[in-house]
């Protein structure tokens, strides 16, 4: 089987092990995953910052705290020098 490299490929599958969310069916609720709600964080700030994204307060305060609390990672600082190279800037929400 033959696998093409992509952006995708290289960037964002090596962070994302499912589940990556938690479902909690009887409360109907489903949760986000500790160990990434950082990165997760850190893309929504990113895009809400870059491009515009509408965020309610809410979601901006969650993000926020989310950014503080769950730090990047060794790897998740260099996966945003990678993408840098190709689109020429850096999430700035990653430090």
Do not use: C
Not at 39 to 66: N, P, V
Request: glycine letters at 4%; hydrophobic letters at 40%.
């Amino acid at each position: 089987m033959v696998v093409k490299t992509t952006l995708y490929a290289v960037f964002i599958l090596p962070i994302l092990t499912p589940p990556l969310i938690n479902v909690l069916f009887k409360q109907r609720r489903a949760r986000v995953r500790e160990e990434i709600r950082g990165i997760i964080a850190r893309d929504y700030l990113y895009f809400h910052k870059r491009y515009g994204m509408k965020l309610s307060k809410q979601e901006l305060k969650k993000y926020r705290t989310w950014n503080k609390k769950y730090p990047p990672s060794a790897w998740e600082i260099e996966r945003n020098k990678r993408i840098a190279e190709f689109q020429g800037n850096l999430n700035d929400f990653v430090k």
